[in-house]
Structure formats: structure tokens, C-alpha cells
């Protein structure tokens, strides 16, 4: 009874490793325009496949106006650059990879 289980068990184990769940994966930035992510020798991701946070992309903010002055707006420049290196989760199935954040 106690190899049944532990068949069982593996067999569980098997088929969640083999779903591709998701996972954190590193890249380097090989490419800008059009945005190249290198994970491997083998894999490079492009556009296509990337999601881009806010925190890997330039973006416009406005600071509110107080009694002073107006609001004002600037661009802050968050964009990734070649050679950067980045942290990535990439979706359950391995279709789409999400750029979270720059690495030092």
C-alpha cells in the first residue's frame, strides 16, 4: 500500500512539473528597438512575448498643482537599455513572460 502512494504522489508531482508553471527567470537586454531578452544561449524573447511593467518603461507623471503653481507634468525615464539585466516571471505555459523589474 505504502508503493501505491507514493506512486501516486510522484505521479502528482510529475504532472504539476509538467504544466509549466510559473516561474522567475533572468534575462539581459540584447536588443532595444525591437526589445530583444536573452534567457538562455538557446532562448531569446521578443516583443511578442514581453509584458512590460511600468517599472521598465518611461512614463509620463503629473505632480498635482497646490496654491504655488500648476501641475506639472515629466517624463520619467525608466526604459530598458542594451545590456541591462532583468527579472522576469513567465506565465503558467511559457507563452508570455512578464519584464517585473531591472536586476543590478
Known sequence: MAN???IIKKAAMDAVQNSNPT???YGKVVSVSPLKIQVSAKLILTE???VL???VTDYQMTIE????STGTT????NGLKTGEN???IRQAGGQKYI???KAG
Open 99 to 101: 519584464v517585473i523589474d
Open 86 to 88: 532583468v527579472v522576469m
Open 74 to 77: 515629466f517624463t520619467v525615464k
Open 4 to 6: 501505491m502512494i507514493e
Open 65 to 68: 498643482p497646490n496654491t504655488i
Open 23 to 25: 516561474s522567475v527567470v
Open 48 to 50: 511578442s512575448q514581453l
Open 53 to 55: 511593467t511600468r517599472n
